[in-house]
C-alpha cells in the first residue's frame, strides 16, 4: 500500500467515528425536514399566566434602553465679531543707553531689570578731568571779565582804543561758551533714563573704562505697549484708528487684553498682500512682553444676545448643518444656520432659541426619536 493510499484509508476512518458520535448524541432530532432552526418547546409553566401585580416581560418589540449623552442649554450671550491675525509686541519706547563721555564707570545707580522714571540717575562715570576743565574754563572767565571792564573804562576816559575792547569783548564771549562746554562735559558724566520705563541686563561692571556709544544698558516702556500686526487686504475695509482690539497670548491661555488701533501703514506689501497696523494697549502689570508673539483680534462689531454653541454639536449633511436636539426625552434632528465662529464655538444665526437643549457629545450612538438621558442628571423614575 502506497503512502498516499494510507492516508485515504485514515481519513475514511476518522469520518466514520466523526459521524457515529454526532449520530449517537440525537443530531438528526435537532433539524425539521427544511433545515431551518425551530423554536424549542415551551414548558408548562412558563405558559401559565404572570402572577397577579408583575409587570410584563419585555419582547422583542419593547422600548429602547435610553442612551446617556452630554448636552448644553442655549442662553443668550455677548459675541464679538474679529477679524482674526497674528503679530508681535514691541516697545512703547526702546533704547540702548550708551555714554556721550569717555570715563570710567564709578556708581552703577540701578537694579537690573526694575522700573525706572524719567531723569533717574543709572551710571556715574568719573568726572574728576572734566570738573578740572570747568574749573579752568571759570578762571579764564573771570579773567576775561576783568579785562572787559578795564578796556570798557580806559575806552571811555578816551585812554584806551577801540580794537582793545572790541578783542577785551570777543574773548569774554569765548571764555563764556567753554565754560558751557566744560558744564555740559560734566553733566554728562551723569548718564540719566530718558524716559519711564523698565531696565534690562547691564552690559558693564564696576571700574570699566568706557568710550562714547559703548552699550551700558537697554531701556524699555512697556507700559503701554505696541502690538504690530498685519492684516489681509480683503478686510483693510474693516479696519480704522480707534478701534478696539483683543490680545491674546499662549503664555497666559483664557486671558485676553483689550487695546486700541492707532496707525496703519498706507502701504500694502505687494508679496503677501497685506497691511501693517500697529496698536497700543495698557500694560500696567507687566505681563506683556516686548517680542512677545500674540493672536489679536479685531473687534468689528459685538452681537448682544447671540446664541453660542460647541462646534462639536454640529452635524453636516451635504451642504446643511443639522443639530440634535432633546424634546421630552427624544432626540429631534434640527436644521441650523450658523453665523461666525471664534475658539470652538459657532453663532447660531437661525433655527435654535434660547432654551433649547442640544446635545454636544454622544450624537453619532444616537438616532432621530431615540430616547436619551443628559449624563450626570438623575434618570426619571
Do not use: C
Amino acid at each position: 500500500m502506497t503512502a498516499f493510499q494510507r492516508k485515504l484509508l485514515y481519513g475514511a476512518i476518522a469520518a466514520v467515528i466523526v459521524l457515529a458520535v454526532w449520530w449517537y448524541a440525537g443530531g438528526p432530532s435537532l433539524f425539521g425536514t427544511s433545515g431551518a432552526p425551530q423554536a424549542p418547546v415551551a414548558k408548562n409553566d412558563a405558559a401559565q399566566p404572570a402572577a397577579k401585580g408583575a409587570p410584563p416581560a419585555p419582547g422583542p418589540g419593547g422600548p429602547a434602553k435610553p442612551v446617556a449623552v452630554e448636552a448644553m442649554t442655549l442662553a443668550p450671550s455677548e459675541f464679538i465679531h474679529e477679524v482674526s491675525a497674528v503679530g508681535s509686541l514691541l516697545s512703547n519706547e526702546s533704547v540702548m543707553i550708551r555714554p556721550e563721555m569717555a570715563g570710567r564707570v564709578i556708581k552703577i545707580l540701578f537694579e537690573e531689570g526694575t522700573a525706572v522714571k524719567k531723569g533717574q540717575p543709572l551710571v556715574k562715570l568719573d568726572d574728576s578731568t572734566y570738573v578740572a576743565d570747568y574749573n579752568q574754563a571759570r578762571a579764564n572767565l573771570d579773567l576775561s571779565k576783568a579785562n572787559n571792564e578795564r578796556a570798557t573804562k580806559l575806552y571811555s576816559q578816551g585812554a584806551g582804543t577801540a580794537r582793545a575792547l572790541d578783542e577785551a569783548g570777543s574773548k569774554l564771549k569765548v571764555d563764556q561758551s567753554r565754560i558751557e562746554l566744560a558744564k555740559t562735559n560734566m553733566d554728562k558724566t551723569l548718564i540719566m533714563a530718558p524716559f519711564d520705563g523698565v531696565v534690562g541686563l547691564r552690559k558693564v561692571s564696576l571700574g570699566a573704562y568706557v568710550t562714547p556709544g559703548q552699550d551700558l544698558v537697554n531701556l524699555e516702556g512697556i507700559d503701554p505697549i505696541k502690538a504690530d500686526f498685519q492684516v489681509p487686504e480683503i478686510a483693510l475695509s474693516e479696519i480704522k484708528p480707534g478701534m478696539p482690539i483683543l490680545v491674546r497670548a499662549d503664555s497666559y491661555p483664557g486671558k485676553s487684553f483689550t487695546g486700541e488701533v492707532y496707525a496703519i501703514d498706507p502701504k500694502i506689501d505687494p508679496v503677501n498682500r497685506s497691511v501693517a497696523a500697529r496698536a497700543r494697549l495698557p500694560n500696567a502689570e507687566g505681563l506683556l512682553k516686548p517680542g512677545m508673539f500674540v493672536r489679536i483680534g479685531l473687534v468689528t462689531r459685538k452681537t448682544e444676545n447671540a446664541l453660542m454653541l460647541s462646534e462639536e454639536a454640529l452635524i453636516p449633511r451635504g451642504n446643511q448643518m443639522f443639530v440634535y436636539k432633546i424634546v421630552d426625552g427624544l432626540v429631534v434632528a434640527q436644521k441650523i444656520r450658523t453665523g461666525a465662529r471664534r475658539e470652538g464655538k459657532v453663532e447660531i444665526v437661525e433655527g435654535l432659541a434660547s432654551g433649547d437643549v442640544v446635545i454636544t457629545a454622544g450624537h453619532m450612538k444616537v438616532r432621530e426619536g431615540a430616547p436619551v438621558v443628559i449624563a450626570g442628571q438623575d434618570k426619571k423614575p
